[in-house]
């Protein structure tokens, strides 16, 4: 198995219409700095492309050469722009006519045929490998790293199903291990003597949804082992927690906003309450909104018509209005330029911020109707996280920040909208090395997977409190409803391992217990467990670290001492 020090986090971030790859720090993977409630760790890194990109459309294509010789003709797989390229070259109508050539289209199509359609199954396995070859030999470049050396963690749509989570899995490992091949044939060539193959462990490590991606890019997930006092331990939690956050993802596929909360106060783990997508407010919409207003002045100007019928044309106005959208986001004006757009004739189209601005509005009015739905019935949110290309509009800015949620925190300021969720990929596969569980075998031996499964969780919750000495089997619910702190909490995944730092007054006449917390579960009553024995009576503060396997079994251990089995 690889040394934990020597392996490179990546996060894939593979959206609809781009993706994107960044490459995390397990140095950086560390706890804020006690007293520090906002997150301000170095983020990863967001890798460019050989065109200086910080994403590569997610398309791949076949281009045709000739031989050396000039007596055949030969194959590559050419990736984003340049395979939209070849589509034109071809005729073919665009990506936003016609999908089937995206990555995350063929992934879908190539696991729904039939047992009639082997070879081309095969075809676009091969494609799909292709690209995500493409990525970890970028990945690769840009860390100095060999392709054994990756270990990464995907992102899926939210409500996405196990079946595709497991083919963009396998499609991922596919592409790491074929760049893996491919670079020790080249070792091999140069030394000629054969290296170690290095791939007993598993190269995809994880795969979290979208909005936890958001999330963990935020620093909402990571959990200090602050110290609490039991005597002020009914005080209200301070305001740096959060319990409710709202992540919008707008991008290419369309609108998506998640309700995510906090399973407990004293967890990083996430859950998702609701999500709704309207697939209306697109970013490809807003870009075929740009792209009609573009070819209609073309045509009125020049007085022709069938622009759009023209592949090619197409192909070219709908890159330019891409980047032209891409500018309104940063800039009042800009040009929509293409020379020789059709027949020979240029085109040249002045757009201004307020006039993209009335163009969309039809969309932005959808949009504003899907996100009021989360604002009804009182509620309130911590925080509201955004994502995708169209957040970084200043109308969609404005929508979310001002109109709607204008009290609500935006979590960190230096988190690209665009790349949050490659860099939450990135994080969460730098915490998954750190802790070194990234090991292809389980505790039983059998093989790990990376896709989701489901989960025991906690059916009761338990926490710590002082219980004066001779009561232990007398009235508790007043000392563990009042002065009682929740270690492991009702509803969290098991098994589940949790350390506090515990501060108290005196012990002397006193013990400190492990308790069964109602926590306001009227199934559910307070109930003394057992007593932690040993403890110095002169001691201020201990460690308490408390573990429930998802059998029942409840361990506990002081400060770091040997764990004491309590049933």
């Known amino acids: 198995m690889s040394n934990p020090e020597e392996l490179i986090p990546i996060g894939i971030d593979l959206g609809s219409l781009h993706a994107r790859v960044a490459i995390g720090n397990i140095a950086h993977h560390k706890l804020p700095t006690k ?10 890194n967001v890798i460019s492309n050989a065109q200086g990109s910080r994403f590569t459309l997610a398309l791949v294509g076949v281009d045709k050469s000739h031989t050396e010789d000039g007596a055949g003709e030969e194959e590559r797989h050419v990736f984003g722009e340049a395979a939209r390229r070849a589509l034109a ?34 075809e676009k396995s091969k494609n799909i490998a292709a690209f995500f070859q493409h990525l970890s030999e970028l990945a690769c470049d840009a860390s100095s790293s060999h392709p054994s050396k990756l270990r990464t963690v995907v992102s899926v749509p939210v409500g996405c199903s196990p079946e595709e989570q497991k083919d963009i899995v396998q499609s991922v490992e596919r592409g ?40 963990i890019a935020h620093g909402l997930t990571e959990i200090e082992n602050e110290a609490v006092n039991l005597p002020d331990a009914s005080k209200p939690e301070t305001p740096s927690t959060w319990t409710n956050v709202l992540v919008v993802d707008w991008g290419a596929s369309g609108l998506t906003v998640t309700h995510v909360c906090r399973t407990s106060s004293s967890s990083g783990l996430l859950s998702i309450v609701s999500h709704a997508k309207d697939e209306s407010c697109s970013g490809i919409a807003i870009v075929d909104t740009l792209v009609s207003h573009c070819a209609s002045m073309f045509e009125r100007k020049n007085k022709v018509s069938g622009v759009l019928e023209s592949a090619k044309a197409h192909h070219r106005l709908e890159m330019a209005c891409e980047s032209a959208v891409r500018t309104l986001s940063r800039a009042p004006t800009t040009t929509v330029t293409v020379d ?56 969609a800015t404005s929508l979310i920040r001002t109109k709607l949620f204008p009290n609500s925190s935006a979590g960190r300021g230096d988190v690209p909208a665009d790349e949050a969720v490659a860099i939450g990929c990135a994080r969460h596969a730098a915490a998954i090395l750190s802790c070194d569980t990234h090991s292809k075998s389980n505790a039983n031996g059998d093989e790990a997977d990376a896709t989701a499964i489901e989960v025991a969780l906690c059916p009761i919750t338990i926490g710590v409190c002082i219980i004066e000495t001779g009561k232990e089997n007398g009235e508790l619910d007043a000392a563990i409803s009042q002065g009682a702190v929740p270690m492991i909490e009702f509803g969290e995944p098991l098994p589940a391992n949790v350390t506090k730092t515990v501060n108290f007054d005196d012990l002397a006449s006193s013990s400190l ?49 040997e764990s004491c089995k309590l049933c």
Do not use: H, W
Not at 35 to 44: A, C, K, M, N, Q
Not at 180 to 207: F, L, M, P, Y
């Open 35 to 44: 007293g520090v409630t906002v997150d301000s760790r170095p983020l990863p």
């Open 89 to 122: 070259r071809d005729k073919k109508p665009p990506i936003s006519k016609d999908p089937s050539s995206m990555i995350r289209q063929l992934i879908q199509s190539s696991s729904s045929l039939g047992d009639n359609g082997d070879n081309k199954m095969d």
């Open 176 to 215: 790491i291990i074929e760049a893996t091949a491919a670079r020790k044939s080249q070792d091999e060539t140069k030394s000629k003597k054969k290296t170690k193959n290095d791939t007993e462990d598993n190269v995809v490590i994880g795969v979290i949804s979208n909005p936890a991606a958001i999330c």
């Open 340 to 395: 020789g757009l059709y027949e020979g004739m240029d085109a040249s189209v002045p757009i201004s911020r307020p006039r993209f601005d009335m163009m969309i509005n039809g969309i932005l009015r959808k949009a504003e109707t899907l996100l009021s739905s989360f604002t009804g019935e009182g509620k309130q949110y911590d925080a509201v996280l955004v994502a995708g290309n169209v957040c970084d509009m200043p109308s």
């Open 513 to 561: 217990a492990i308790v069964q917390m109602s926590r306001g579960n009227e199934a559910v009553r307070n109930k003394f467990i057992g007593k932690i024995d040993g403890i110095d009576t002169g001691a201020k503060s201990i460690e308490v670290t408390v573990e429930l396997t998802a059998e029942g079994s409840l361990s506990l251990a002081v400060n770091g001492g």
